[in-house]
Structures are given as C-alpha cells and as structure tokens.
C-alpha cells in the first residue's frame, strides 16, 4: 500500500492497483469520499462512496470486464435504500 497525502493505494499480489481512495489522516483504517475497486485482471470493479464512519453511502456501481454495469446501488449510512 501507498499513502500520498490522503489518498490511499492497495495493490494485488502482482503489482496491479486493487483499491484506491480518500482516508482520514490520523486514522488510515477509515476510507472516506470516493473510491475505486480494481480486479486483479486491471479492470474497474467498483465505485462507491463510503461516509466519515466509513460505511458506504450514495451511489455504488459495480463493473463487468466490458465495462457496463452489473449492478447500481444507492447507500445511506451503511443501508442500501436501492
């Protein structure tokens, strides 16, 4: 993993980027704001936003390897409301 600022990068065994997104600076455990998933194949997996307690909140979108949309979600708080 890197850290560079406040944004965070995990990387699968091989070296491709995993997981990216915002953290709180005094705890890097706590993902906030936007993210983005990344299948170990390199393509986009996932979109979502993850609330200051990081649970996931607004709109989640997961990726098939083509590039459209499997499935889209709205999140508030950690609960998914669609």
């Known amino acids: ?4 600022g406040d944004i965070l990068t995990h990387f699968h065994s091989g070296g491709e ?3 990216r997104g915002r953290i ?3 705890d890097p455990a706590r993902m906030v704001g936007r993210w983005e998933f ?3 194949a390199g393509f986009l997996w996932n ?3 993850f609330d200051e307690d990081s649970r996931k909140h607004g709109d989640w979108t997961r ?3 083509d ?3 499997e499935v889209a979600q709205v999140f508030e708080h950690g609960r998914r409301i669609s």
Do not use: C, L, P, Q
Request: net charge positive; glycine share 10%; aromatic share 10%.
């Open 24 to 26: 709180v600076a005094d």
């Open 67 to 69: 590039g459209s949309v």
């Open 47 to 49: 979109i979502g936003n």
């Open 63 to 65: 990726y098939r390897e």
């Open 38 to 40: 990344f299948k170990k």
């Open 17 to 19: 980027t995993k997981a």
């Open 1 to 4: 993993m890197i850290i560079k």
